[in-house]
């Protein structure tokens, strides 16, 4: 079984803070540069960081339903644990991070935090986050070989963002109140 190298982590974390560095200067120069076009940019940004997050939230839980069938120690396990680690440090993580920030800022720009359905897309987007947070736990469970929980579990809760991506389209979209 070949483990990472110990420099794996190091280089991990360089190649997020220069893809954050990149993307705060590209930030800075839309938000400079295109005046009040700005707004736009930042919702395409949004909405990129969106899909990417939740391709990142529907397919973890997918990886874990085969990983909690893989054998500890196996090949398969061990093959899972990286997938797993990587695309929770590579794309869901960093997604989530910009999708917030980006939201955020939209929400203050374009509505002053006002409006019901507003107020019930950031609860449902909390709760998603917690989600996030679920999931990230359950990666360092299964990193350590300590899931205990079956693959139905992993079945159950993959319904789950698909459930609050729906809500929150539907908010965003309809904007019901």
Excluded: C
Excluded at 12 to 38: E, K, N, Q, S
Excluded at 57 to 62: E, K, T
Excluded at 112 to 122: D, P, Q, S, T
Excluded at 149 to 156: D, F, G, L, V
């Amino acid at each position: 079984m070949n483990k990472p190298s110990s420099s794996t982590p190091k280089v991990a974390y360089m190649r997020m803070f220069v893809a954050i560095a990149i993307l705060a200067a590209t930030t800075l120069l839309l938000f400079f540069g295109a005046g009040d076009g700005f707004y736009l940019w930042a919702k395409a940004i949004h909405v990129i960081a969106i899909i990417a997050w939740m391709a990142g939230m529907l397919y973890l839980p997918r990886l874990f339903v085969y990983h909690a069938d893989a054998e500890k120690g196996s090949v398969q396990s061990e093959t899972f644990k990286v997938m797993e680690r990587r695309l929770l440090h590579g794309i869901i993580n960093p997604a989530m991070i910009v999708a917030w920030a980006f939201g955020l800022w939209l929400a203050w720009k374009g509505f002053g935090f006002m409006g019901g359905w507003l107020h019930a897309k950031i609860a449902a987007v909390l709760v998603l986050s917690g989600v996030h947070g679920y999931l990230s736990g359950a990666v360092r469970r299964f990193a350590n070989d300590e899931n205990i929980k079956p693959a139905r579990h992993w079945r159950i809760v993959n319904e789950v963002p698909t459930v609050l991506m729906i809500a929150i389209v539907i908010l965003v979209i309809v904007k019901p109140f």
